[in-house]
Nanobody
Framework: QVALAESGGGLVQAGGSLRLSCAVS????????MGWFRQAPGKEREFVGD????????RYADSVMGRFTISRDANKNTVYLQMNSLKPEDTAVYCC????????????WGQGTQVTVSS
């Protein structure tokens, strides 16, 4: 049974920082990529960024480019999302997702962690 567990969400003032973590356990599959997504109230889920598990290369949405950084610790099967210069519009539930090597999309999802940025 694959499980993804996010942690690190909370309440922060605008301009502040938070670091989210996502640990992957179970499944016995090879990770191809890990992604972060977010969903604000009344809005559709939005891609934040992702990281190639083998190379460490990253991609980001334009809305977070230069403020957010994704990294991974392959030994711990953990991916991180460092969020700096947070804005009220970053308020959302943030979820991590795992894309196995044999799939073309993200197949396993975490429950999400709330990030609230106050103005």
């Amino acid at each position: 049974q694959v499980a993804l567990a996010e942690s690190g969400g909370g309440l922060v003032q605008a301009g502040g920082s938070l670091r989210l973590s996502c640990a992957v356990s179970g499944g016995g599959f090879t990770i191809y990529a890990m992604g972060w997504f977010r969903q604000a109230p009344g809005k559709e889920r939005e891609f934040v960024g992702d990281i190639s598990w083998s190379s460490g290369s990253t991609r980001y949405a334009d809305s977070v480019m230069g403020r957010f950084t994704i990294s991974r610790d392959a030994n711990k099967n953990t991916v991180y999302l460092q969020m700096n210069s947070l804005k009220p519009e970053d308020t959302a539930v943030y979820c991590c997702a795992s894309r196995p090597r044999s799939f073309a999309d993200y197949r396993f999802w975490g429950q999400g962690t709330q990030v609230t940025v106050s103005s």
